[in-house]
Each structure stands twice: as C-alpha cells, then as structure tokens.
C-alpha cells in the first residue's frame, strides 16, 4: 500500500526557518504531481504549493517568496521550505500525491504540526 510520511515539522519563532518533507514509498507507478497543503483550526484546507514531476510549481499568494518546494523524483520526495514563516503560517501541512496514469491515485499523509509564535 502507498504510504505518504511526512517530517520536519515543529516550533518556531516568527521570521525563522522550518523545512518540510514527504516521502512516497511503495509505489509502483509514477506521482505526477506532489504538493503541500494545510490546515489551520476552524479553516479549510488550502494549498500552500504544488510541484509536477516536470518541475513546474505553483504557490498560493500568501507564501510566494516565502516557500520553496522541490522535488527528488527518483525517491519520490517533495520538501517545502519555509522561510521569513509568520504566525498566520501555524496549520497542520499534508502533503499530497496524484497520479493519473497507468494508474489513478491521490493520496494524503498524516500532517506535521506547524506552529509560529510571535
């Protein structure tokens, strides 16, 4: 079965520094597009950035210039880094995979707590 594990997440002081990353392991067939997402209390979840497997990426306005995201896809990794983070940053952050061919897929991991105090 395809696991999603994310990692990296924690504590920081407003202006630091956090680094994400996600790892899909058992797969047999090729992630197409890898993102990050998260999910603050009370809100929707929301996409943060997204990255396919060509390289294109694409950032939700609150954090362009801000973010990074990458992508190793030999190893089926994606990080996300985080810099100049903001207490409007704190959310829980999943990471997603999608797959469309040969086989259909879309899968989530378990979410890393991020939190930014002031």
């Known amino acids: 079965q395809v696991q999603l594990v994310e990692s990296g997440g924690g504590l920081v002081q407003a202006g630091g520094s956090l680094r994400l990353s996600c790892v899909v392991s058992?797969?047999?067939?090729?992630?197409?597009?890898m993102g990050w997402y998260r999910q603050a209390p009370g809100k929707q979840r929301e996409l943060v950035a997204a990255?396919?497997?060509?390289?294109?990426?694409s950032y939700a306005d609150s954090v362009k210039g801000r973010f990074t995201i990458s992508r190793d896809n030999a190893k089926n990794i994606a990080d996300l880094q985080m810099n100049s983070l903001k207490p409007e940053d704190t959310a829980v952050y999943y990471c997603?995979?999608?797959?469309?061919?040969?086989?259909?897929?879309?899968?989530w991991g378990q979410g890393t707590q991020v939190t930014v105090s002031s």
């Open positions: 997603n995979a999608i797959a469309s061919y040969p086989v259909s897929y879309n899968g």
């Open positions: 058992r797969t047999t067939f090729r992630i197409n597009t």
């Open positions: 990255i396919s497997s060509g390289g294109s990426t």
